[in-house]
């Protein structure tokens, strides 16, 4: 959306730093964004569980097939390391919240980090966790017929609202990496 020649009566214009304060309100829901991701991949986690127990493959449950453990082992893993990564940034916003000066805190640093980190790693290890989910069923996986199909399509959101990761990542270099003296 763009306004050429537009105007605006004076009583009306916000005025402060306007996309330091949306970056303020995005740290809380970029952490919450990043927290779905974790709900979605235990569902999938789930789902490939009670699937296993009735497929068989080679004679047997596919939940008996070492590639099987393998597979939920490395899930496992990745849900634990998001729900960690969601848990610091939901410390850090509440740190921040609960200190003496919210308002000025939050002004100082912008986007935090830790929700920036939550959101991209949450959007990226779920998805490898429903590339993984939705491929255990098989051609059943790519169809609307199990809820699998529909849960891959949610997880990809995580990777693009508020901030696809490309964008997410050139924030992050540019806030964080960039040396403080450097930064625009
Ligand atoms: C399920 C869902 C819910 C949504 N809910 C809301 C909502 O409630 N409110 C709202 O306002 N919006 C909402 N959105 C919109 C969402 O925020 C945008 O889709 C998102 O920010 C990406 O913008 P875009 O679609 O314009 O893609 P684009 O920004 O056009 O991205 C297209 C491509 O360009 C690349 N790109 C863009 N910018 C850069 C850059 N600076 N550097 C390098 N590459 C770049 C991207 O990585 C991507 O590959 C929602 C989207 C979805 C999918």
Known sequence: VSFEDCRV??????????????EMALNASRTLIATTAVGVAKRIRDLCMDYAE????????????????????????????????????GRQFDTIMNGADPATEFL?????????????????AGWQIADT???????????SELPIGKLLRDMRYVSIVEGGDDVTRDLLFNRYVVPVAKRC
């Open 108 to 124: 100082r640093h912008g986007t935090l980090r830790s929700a920036l980190a939550a959101k991209m790693f949450c959007g990226q």
């Open 54 to 89: 009735t497929k068989i493959a080679k004679g047997a449950p596919l939940v008996d097939h070492p590639v099987f453990a393998g597979k939920l082992g490395q899930i496992e893993m990745q849900i634990e390391v998001m729900a960690n990564q969601c848990r610091a940034a």
């Open 133 to 143: 989910g939705s491929q255990m069923f098989g051609g059943l996986g790519y169809t």
């Open 9 to 22: 009566p004076a009583g009306n214009a916000l005025h402060g730093p306007g996309i330091r304060l949306l």
